[in-house]
């Protein structure tokens, strides 16, 4: 079993930036495939970026060269900063650690891109 926690967001102006992390449980954190989704009212809940155990990374169009992933597989946390920020960016964020069949998934953190 793996716990997930999200922290980081809030509200911020178009064109500000945000940084999200994710604390891991799991003491072989960096064994897992991790990722970044969002979720708006109304909408169905998508990828934003993903990063493999490897490290490799994968961004959804809409966030490409604004936002990063990484992870610190040393303090068992993942990231996502977030830059240039849109009022479309507006979302609740979550966090999803996948390895092999089982997925895990945070309780997410608000984001709020508002003047």
């Known amino acids: 079993q793996v716990q997930l926690v999200e922290s980081g967001g809030g509200l911020v102006q178009p064109g500000g930036s945000l940084r999200l992390s994710c604390a891991a449980s799991a003491s072989d954190f960096s064994i897992y495939n991790m990722g970044w989704y969002r979720q708006a009212p109304g909408q169905q809940r998508e990828l934003v970026a993903t990063?493999?155990?490897?490290?490799?990374?994968n961004y959804a169009d809409a966030v490409k060269g604004r936002f990063t992933i990484s992870r610190d597989n040393a303090k068992n946390t993942l990231y996502l900063q977030m830059n240039s920020l849109k009022p479309e960016d507006t979302a609740v964020y979550y966090c999803?650690?996948?390895?092999?069949?089982?997925?895990?998934w945070g309780q997410g953190t608000q984001v709020t891109v508002s003047a």
């Open positions: 990063i493999t155990s490897a490290g490799s990374t």
């Open positions: 999803k650690a996948v390895r092999r069949l089982l997925a895990y």
